[in-house]
């Protein structure tokens, strides 16, 4: 199992789908119109600090539901890929916490019931990590262009300017957790080196570094991972570089 982490619109979505047709695995999105979290998540950017306040508990925990059952899931299916994922939730949880916009007793519960869905899924014990984490780095300000071009009405600073500012602290909140994470091996995909949405090239550079460490892990073969880049090559009319 992958999960892909990063900020707002770092480009989780693109890579984890990019990803999964890459492996032949299945892939789960993180999807803002579902009905458990559609009209909290609206409201949760409707009026700023107050709204984030008023909902931000319920909002994470359905979040959690989510992420829950798509993690049962993904367990019981090789290499497959999430780009929203309980232990994302919980570095935004801890975020709106101490920005003050979620209270202690909720924190507390939220995080309570955060670990027991990780140490126990379909009846079996887990460590609560996936085989792979790929981290995508982005510059603050880069991070914003992307939130500002996706579109969505709700995130839009041009209506609310203290956006930025909570933007801003989302982007170093997952910078500051890869620097002290190392429960479970990562890759950095550094978005300001690597195009991977627009580049062919930057493209195929990141997918062969994920899956170069899967390889490493067992959990790819070499033979597999020749056969994944033959395909891809002929996908985009790219040839397959000799081996040195």
Do not use: C
């Amino acid at each position: 199992m992958i999960y892909v982490i990063g900020s707002i619109s770092a480009g989780k979505s693109t890579l984890s789908e990019m990803l999964a047709k890459d492996l032949g695995s299945e892939f789960y999105l993180e999807d803002v119109n579902n009905g458990l979290i559609k009209n909290m998540l609206e409201h949760f950017y409707s009026a700023g600090a107050e709204s984030r306040q008023q909902v931000s508990a319920m909002l994470q925990v359905g979040f959690l539901v989510v992420r829950y059952m798509q993690l049962k899931k993904a367990l019981v299916q090789k290499n497959a890929v999430l780009d929203s994922n309980i232990l994302s939730d919980g570095i935004m949880a801890n975020l709106i916490h101490e920005r003050g916009e979620m209270d202690d007793a909720s924190f507390n519960i939220y995080m309570t019931l955060n670990q027991e869905m990780q140490s126990n899924v379909n009846g079996s014990p887990w460590n609560g990590f996936p085989d792979l984490i790929v981290y995508i780095d982005i510059d603050p300000d880069h991070e914003i262009e992307s939130i500002q071009s996706r579109g969505r009405d709700m995130e839009d600073i041009r209506k609310d300017p203290k956006l930025v500012d909570y933007y801003n602290s989302v982007n170093k909140a997952y910078k500051d957790w890869y620097k002290g994470f190392h429960q479970a091996t990562t890759v950095k995909v550094d978005r300001e080196h690597f195009d991977f949405v627009s580049s062919i090239e930057d493209r195929n550079a990141v997918l062969n570094m994920i899956e170069e460490k899967l390889v490493e892990l067992g959990k790819l073969t070499q033979s597999e991972f020749e056969q994944i880049k033959a395909e891809r090559a002929k996908k985009f009319n790219d040839p397959v570089p000799e081996e040195a």
